[in-house]
């Protein structure tokens, strides 16, 4: 058994009963099982923002923890493969951690940590894009001061790595430009 597989049916199984989550079954055994999660307030710190600023930034933030719910095992697999002893896109992030980054759109304090791989990092922020939306992933990547397009082709000079985790993940699809 692969630590993928034991990671997400342990530790993906006991964040599903901490969070109150539902996890409907599916008939087809191609497709992954869907995850609803009661609706949360995700409360972002604003302090000195216009009311109709702080009040956009909160939808904002609401609307990406709804995404990061209904996508948790998908996100759940992509931290275990980022912390993964062979392949380490970061050390010493726990899965809260990298959730908030994700809800807030901002992986500054991740990206500029000394055991981070900013290269297999801003391609996370790419694959993580496809779960959220496009305005997150423009948010995110100026966050690390970087564009979508950077982010993209991040890990072009890593091919090994970016086979690894594509084979873990899953292969990107073909986008259209935005």
């Not at 099982?33 to 956009?56: F, H, M, W």
């Amino acid at each position: 058994m692969e630590l993928m597989e034991f990671y997400n049916k342990e530790n993906a199984s006991q964040h599903i009963l901490d969070n109150n989550i539902e996890v409907s079954p599916t008939t087809d055994p191609g497709q992954s099982q869907a995850a609803t999660a009661p609706q949360k307030k995700y409360n972002i710190d604003a302090v000195g923002l216009p009311n109709n600023i702080q009040g956009d930034a909160q939808n904002a933030v609401n609307g990406y923890g709804k995404k990061v719910e209904e996508n948790i095992i998908k996100i759940i697999e992509i931290h275990s493969c980022c912390i993964d002893a062979k392949h380490y896109t970061f050390e010493n992030v726990t899965f809260n951690s990298f959730r908030d980054c994700i809800i807030r759109a901002d992986f500054k304090k991740l990206f500029n940590g000394n055991e981070t791989n900013k290269n297999q990092l801003k391609y996370i922020i790419y694959r993580l894009s496809d779960l959220i939306n496009q305005q997150w992933y423009q948010e995110t990547a100026e966050s690390i001061g970087a564009t979508k397009q950077i982010c993209s082709k991040a890990v072009a000079k890593e091919a090994n790595w970016r086979k690894w985790i594509d084979g873990h993940i899953g292969k990107v699809e073909k986008r259209k430009r935005t």
